[in-house]
């Protein structure tokens, strides 16, 4: 099982809200992502995971707190976005985290912050 | 710093045509170079994966080589299918951990 899956699929949300971004893997990876992936453009990494320790932080705001239970589950936690913030939240997934690996993507959940 | 770049952004075949996508890099000490496929407005699908030290990969219709002298790789699909349209993404890892991506090429197969 090479699935990684994430829910919502879909997010409206008002600058005041609070809401949250779920991924889940079973495939015994040790290193989650977080990407950001607005129209036309490749993903841009946001957090890094690392055997439950994040380990890369790409200066992202603090509106964007990510959060991984454990080592099957990753959440990112929104709160007072701008609209600018509207774009494909995308999660991956690998082995270890290391350079040589092969990254496994979810379908992403859209977000449309009004 | 690693630049990829992924020429034409946009190509349309009739069906049955082969397809050969370009993805080339300026910096070829590399681990490995990842092909993707995107559907719109949906996730990344992992094709293939090469290694620094393979010259190519193969899955299906599928092949993708790798010459990093020359800082290309190239994704052949072989009898192009009405399936096959989508983006098509090209990555590399950098020392930082992050994925450097090509701008993608975007396909369309025409029946």
């Known amino acids: 099982d090479t699935e990684v899956t994430q829910t919502p699929k879909h997010l409206v949300m008002g600058m005041t809200n609070k809401k949250s971004l779920k991924c889940e893997q079973h495939m015994g990876h040790r290193a989650m992502y977080w990407y950001k992936q607005k129209a036309k453009k490749p993903p841009e990494l946001m957090f890094v995971?690392?055997?439950?320790?994040?380990?890369i932080n790409e200066s992202v705001p603090s509106r964007f707190s990510p959060e991984c239970p454990n080592s099957s589950l990753l959440n990112l936690h929104l709160h007072a976005l701008q609209p600018e913030d509207s774009a494909l939240y995308l999660c991956?997934?690998?082995?270890?985290?290391?350079?040589?690996?092969?990254?496994?993507f979810g379908p992403g959940t859209r977000l449309l912050v009004l | 710093k690693q630049e990829v770049t992924q020429i034409p952004a946009a190509l349309s075949v009739p069906e049955g045509e082969n397809l050969v996508l370009n993805c080339s890099f300026t910096?070829?000490?590399?681990?490995?170079l990842q092909w993707f496929r995107q559907d719109p407005g949906k996730g990344l699908t992992s094709l293939l994966l090469i290694q620094s030290s393979q010259r190519e990969q193969t899955s299906g219709r599928l092949n993708a080589s790798l010459d990093k002298s020359s800082g290309r790789s190239t994704l052949y699909i072989a009898a192009s299918q009405p399936g096959d349209s989508a983006t098509y993404l090209c990555?590399?890892?950098?020392?930082?951990?992050?994925?450097?991506f090509g701008a993608g090429t975007t396909v369309t197969v025409r029946a």
């Open positions: 991956a997934s690998s082995k270890d985290g290391t350079l040589q690996e092969t990254q496994y």
């Open positions: 990555a590399v890892p950098r020392e930082d951990y992050k994925l450097s």
């Open positions: 995971y690392s055997y439950e320790k994040l380990s």
């Open positions: 910096d070829s000490a590399i681990y490995n």
